[in-house]
């Protein structure tokens, strides 16, 4: 078992910026890519960003590409996700993921329960 947890969520102004943290325990942090996910008012969950167990590939969606930035530290046992420039429109709950990268899609294991970011206009 992995347990997830997000911090660092929040309100914050247009053109802003925020860090997301994800502090993961129960196994080896290592052991599994990592990614966020995000969930808007009214549409189903997207895929934000992942990287590889190592760090050594990101992979973002198209809408946040430029802007945001996925990293861990696994001495940490935390992923980041920086996000710069922010839109209303990202607004949305964000949540951390552990799985695997068997393809283009991100299999995902085990979810946090999420942290509230708010873009204000």
């Known amino acids: 078992q992995v347990q997830l947890v997000e911090s660092g969520g929040g309100l914050v102004q247009a053109g802003g910026s925020l860090r997301l943290s994800c502090a993961a325990s129960?196994?080896?942090?290592?052991?599994?890519?990592m990614g966020w996910f995000r969930q808007a008012p009214g549409k189903e969950r997207e895929f934000v960003a992942r990287?590889?167990?190592?760090?050594?590939?990101?992979y973002y969606a198209d809408s946040v590409k430029g802007r945001f930035t996925i990293s861990r530290d696994n001495a940490k046992n935390t992923v980041y996700l920086q996000m710069n420039s922010l839109k209303p429109e990202d607004t949305a709950v964000y949540y951390c993921?552990?799985?695997?990268?068997?393809?283009?899609?991100?299999?995902?294991?085990?979810w946090g329960k999420g942290t509230l970011v708010t873009v204000s206009s």
């Open positions: 993921a552990a799985g695997a990268i068997p393809a283009i899609q991100m299999r995902v294991e085990y």
């Open positions: 129960g196994r080896p942090f290592s052991s599994y890519a």
């Open positions: 990287i590889t167990r190592s760090g050594g590939s990101t």
